[in-house]
C-alpha cells in the first residue's frame, strides 16, 4: 500500500484492544509462572542440604542451583515486565499515539526486564554443555536422569541461542526507548530485528531442539525414539514445527527487511497480518494436536512436557487478533 492511502492504525480503538488482550494474555501467562515458582523454589532453598548430599559434586551443585534459581529470578523480573507492559498497554488503549510520551521510559523499563529475563537463561545453558561431565561421573541431575543428548540439546543449544540472538537487539531496543537516543525509524527497525530474532530463536530453533530431543530414545520416560513420528499427530506436530515455524521466521524477515534498511513506511500491512495469523494459529493447532494425543500423561516425552497447556508461550495464540485487524486495516484502508 502506499503511504499517502494508509489510515493510522494505531487510531483504530479496535486495534488497541487487540493489542492489550495480547498483553493480558502475557501477563496472565507470567502471573501463572510466578504462582509456580513461588511455590518451587522455597522447597529448593529450604532442602539445600538433601541436594547437597544429591548432588555431591561443589561444581556440580553450583551449576544445579544457578539454573534454577536464575530461571526463578528470570520469571520474577518477567513478571515485572509484564505488569509494567499491561500498564502501558492500558495508557495506549485510552490515550492512543497522544500516550506515547507519557508511557516511552516504562516501556523502556519493561523492555529492558524482559531482555535481563532472556540473559537468565545463560546458567542452563552452561549446564546443557557440562552435563556430559555431570553424566561420565555418575552425577544426578533429576530422576529419571536424561541422555545427555536431550540436556545439550534443550538447555544447552537452545538456551545459547536465545541468550545470544534475543538478548542484544531487545537490550538496545530498552536502552533506546528508556534514553530517548531512538528515533522513530530506529525503534521500529529494532523492534522488527527483535521480532524476528524471537520467531528464530525462542520459537523455531528452541521448539525444534525440544522436538529432536524427543526423537532420543528415552525408555524411563516411555519415549520411544524416532519411531514416534510413526503417529499421525506427532508427525504433523513435527514438520509444523521444524519446517513451518522455519518458514513463518524466514517470511517474517523478508516482510520487515524495509524497516529493517530504513523505510518502514514500505512495511507490507498484508504480510504483517498473516504472519501474526499463521503464527498464532500454530499455538492453537499444537493445543488440538496435544489433547487428541491425550496431553502428557498419555505421552509423557520432552515435547509434551514443553509444548502443554503450562508453555509460557501460549500467550501468542492472542495474536489473531491484531492479525485479523491489520489485514482489515490493509484491505480498507480506514480505522475502525
Known amino acids: 500500500m502506499e503511504k499517502t492511502d494508509k489510515a493510522n492504525l494505531l487510531g483504530s480503538f479496535s486495534f488497541r484492544v487487540s493489542i492489550f488482550f495480547v498483553i493480558l494474555s502475557y501477563f496472565a501467562l507470567g502471573t501463572y509462572w510466578l504462582y509456580v515458582t513461588c511455590r518451587y523454589t522455597p522447597s529448593l532453598i529450604l532442602n539445600f542440604s538433601y541436594y547437597r548430599e544429591m548432588l555431591k559434586e561443589t561444581w556440580w551443585l553450583v551449576t544445579y ?87 545439550l540439546l534443550v538447555n544447552g543449544l537452545a538456551c545459547l541461542a536465545m541468550v545470544v540472538v534475543i538478548a542484544p537487539p531487545l537490550l538496545k531496543l530498552g536502552l533506546g526507548i528508556l534514553r530517548g537516543s531512538l528515533r522513530r525509524d530506529e525503534i521500529i527497525k529494532w523492534s522488527c530485528i527483535t521480532c524476528v530474532a524471537y520467531i528464530f530463536a525462542m520459537f523455531w530453533w528452541n521448539y525444534t531442539m525440544a522436538w529432536f530431543a524427543t526423537l532420543v530414545y528415552w525408555p524411563e520416560r516411555a519415549q520411544p525414539g524416532i519411531e514416534i513420528l510413526g503417529s499421525p499427530i506427532a508427525s504433523a506436530s513435527f514438520f509444523a514445527t521444524v519446517l513451518g515455524l522455519l518458514f513463518i521466521a524466514l ?63 501460549l500467550w501468542c495464540m492472542a495474536l489473531i487478533l491484531p492479525g485479523i485487524k491489520t489485514l482489515m486495516y490493509a484491505r480498507k484502508g480506514k480505522p475502525s
Open 65 to 151: 542451583y544457578s539454573s534454577d534459581l536464575g530461571l526463578s529470578i528470570g520469571i520474577i523480573i518477567r513478571w515485572l515486565a509484564s505488569v509494567l507492559a499491561l500498564y502501558t498497554a492500558f495508557r495506549f488503549l485510552r490515550g492512543g499515539e497522544n500516550s506515547f510520551s507519557k508511557i516511552r521510559r516504562k516501556v523502556g523499563i519493561a523492555v529492558l526486564l524482559e531482555g535481563i529475563y532472556i540473559l537468565t537463561y545463560g546458567p542452563s545453558a552452561f549446564l546443557g554443555f557440562i552435563y556430559p561431565i555431570a553424566m561420565a561421573h555418575n552425577l544426578w541431575y533429576f530422576e529419571p536422569n536424561p541422555p545427555w543428548v536431550i540436556v
Open 251 to 313: 517470511y517474517a524477515l523478508m516482510a520487515v527487511m524495509p524497516a529493517i534498511k530504513g523505510h518502514p513506511e514500505r512495511i507490507s500491512y498484508n504480510k504483517l497480518g498473516y504472519i501474526m495469523l499463521v503464527f498464532s494459529a500454530y499455538f492453537i493447532f499444537m493445543l488440538v494436536l496435544y489433547f487428541a494425543a491425550g496431553g502428557y500423561y498419555a505421552q509423557p516425552t520432552t515435547w509434551m512436557e514443553i509444548i502443554g497447556p503450562h508453555n509460557p508461550d
